[in-house]
């Protein structure tokens, strides 16, 4: 849903703009620019790989990431600092209904105006800022936050996204 979401909020159109944006790229055929791993690319091809290899230099890869060692081990740093911080969350019992607690906490509201509907200015704040924390600190997926909060998925991104810059604007962390 997630990756549906990017191409609007209409499901049905969505997978229309999905199908035809996966055509135009099988239409352009193999690429031997986007063949091999992150590591393989980034070394500059097999050659190197073994010449690193036979020269006592490990190289760190992941095939899910390309780039080079550095960058590589930098973003696992970063992604295994997020998932201990999620898990130190829901350890202490932080899920949907606590955040929400947490987030009018924060902004001096009810947790009422968090879970009303309507376009309301404070309800919107507490509700995008929900969606940020849901999905940037405890790890959910828009989706499950949709199910949560009775809007949709992509509904939940864009809330997400005006959440991020209402917590930078204001500086307001999760664990103040």
């Known amino acids: 849903m997630e990756v549906l979401a990017r191409f609007t909020e209409d499901l049905g159109l969505a997978q229309q703009r999905y199908v035809a944006y996966v055509a135009d790229g099988l239409m352009l055929g193999n690429r031997p620019d986007l063949i091999g ?3 393989l690319r980034s070394a500059g091809g097999w050659e190197q790989v073994r010449l690193a290899s036979k020269y006592g230099e ?3 890869s992941d095939e899910r990431i390309l780039g080079d060692s550095d960058f590589v081990e930098q973003v696992l740093g970063l992604a295994s600092e997020q998932l201990e911080k999620t898990e130190r969350l829901r350890s202490k019992g932080m ?3 606590t955040l929400a607690q947490k987030v009018a906490e924060v902004l001096g509201i009810k947790v009422d105006e968090i879970w009303r509907g309507g376009k309301k200015p404070v309800t919107v704040m507490g509700r995008s800022l929900l969606c940020h924390w849901a999905t940037s600190e405890l790890g959910m997926t828009a989706e499950a936050v949709s199910k949560s909060v009775g809007i949709t998925a992509a509904a939940v991104v ?4 005006r959440g991020q810059a209402l917590a930078a604007s204001r500086k307001l962390y999760l664990d103040q």
């Open 37 to 39: 791993g992150g590591l």
């Open 95 to 97: 899920n949907i209904d």
């Open 58 to 60: 490990h190289l760190k």
């Open 158 to 161: 864009r809330a997400a996204q």
